[in-house]
């Protein structure tokens, strides 16, 4: 893990960080042409040169953001996205239990096969 990735999981209370590592996991393992980085200070994901989600928080707030930049695009059947920007969209994850995995691997791979069309 690159040092700017392990600052941003150290900067996050104990109870956050370990949900955003669980996040990371997800996202990066969704595609193996998925990279991260951090940009604005969040942990990014991106495909070539192309950004798909990203994790953030902030402090005063007990759960962790994961917002999809171009989820206008991706199918949400069970309506879990939040947000009315003109494509971003993002979710709440309060606990680990919360943590909608299946879907965020769907949400990831279908982010990449949009790319690829």
Request: net charge positive.
């Amino acid at each position: 893990m690159e040092p700017k990735i392990e600052r941003f999981f150290l900067q996050l209370p104990d109870d956050k960080r370990a949900i955003a590592m669980v996040l990371r996991d997800i996202m990066l393992h969704a595609h193996p042409g998925i990279k991260e980085a951090i940009k604005w200070n969040q942990l990014t994901f991106f495909y070539g040169k192309t950004n798909l989600a990203f994790i953030y928080s902030f402090p005063d707030k007990d759960y962790i953001n994961v917002g999809f930049f171009d989820a206008v695009s991706l199918m949400d059947p069970k309506k879990l996205f939040e947000g009315t920007g003109n494509r971003m969209r993002h979710i709440k994850v309060r606990t680990e239990k919360d943590i909608p995995a299946t879907q965020l691997k769907k949400w990831m791979k279908e982010a990449v096969a949009i790319i690829n069309d």
